[in-house]
Nanobody, 124 residues
Framework: QVQLVESGGGLVQAGGSLRLSCAAS????????MGWFRQAPGKEREFVAA????????YYADFVKGRFTISRDNAKHTVSLQMNSLKPEDTAVYYC?????????????????WGQGTQVTVSS
């Protein structure tokens, strides 16, 4: 198991930017695929972005393409989500998750470790 701790959430105006970070414990972080998901009130948790263990493969939900960028630093055991051009509909709790198979999965069920989440609120 790996422990994940998100940070960087907050309140921002529409059009603004935030950078989320996720710090992971464990010596095998570099072998994990990592993903970001989000959950808005009354809605199911949904995929946002994912990055493979090497960082060479990244995937994004259509609604964030061109606005969000996922990256990782295996030396620092961190994964980040740069969010630009934020919209009120991006308001949600954002979760970091680890896929111990190392892939950049789009499927929530492939992730076995989750952080506690960080709130992102975008005002109009």
């Amino acid at each position: 198991q790996v422990q994940l701790v998100e940070s960087g959430g907050g309140l921002v105006q529409a059009g603004g930017s935030l950078r989320l970070s996720c710090a992971a414990s464990g010596r095998t972080f570099s072998s994990y695929g990592m993903g970001w998901f989000r959950q808005a009130p009354g809605k199911e948790r949904e995929f946002v972005a994912a990055i493979s263990w090497s960082g060479r493969s990244t995937y994004y939900a259509d609604f964030v393409k061109g606005r969000f960028t996922i990256s990782r630093d295996n030396a620092k055991h961190t994964v980040s989500l740069q969010m630009n051009s934020l919209k009120p509909e991006d308001t949600a709790v954002y979760y970091c998750a680890a896929d111990l198979w190392g892939t950049a999965s789009l499927s929530l069920g492939d992730y076995s470790s989750w952080g506690q989440g960080t709130q992102v609120t975008v005002s109009s």
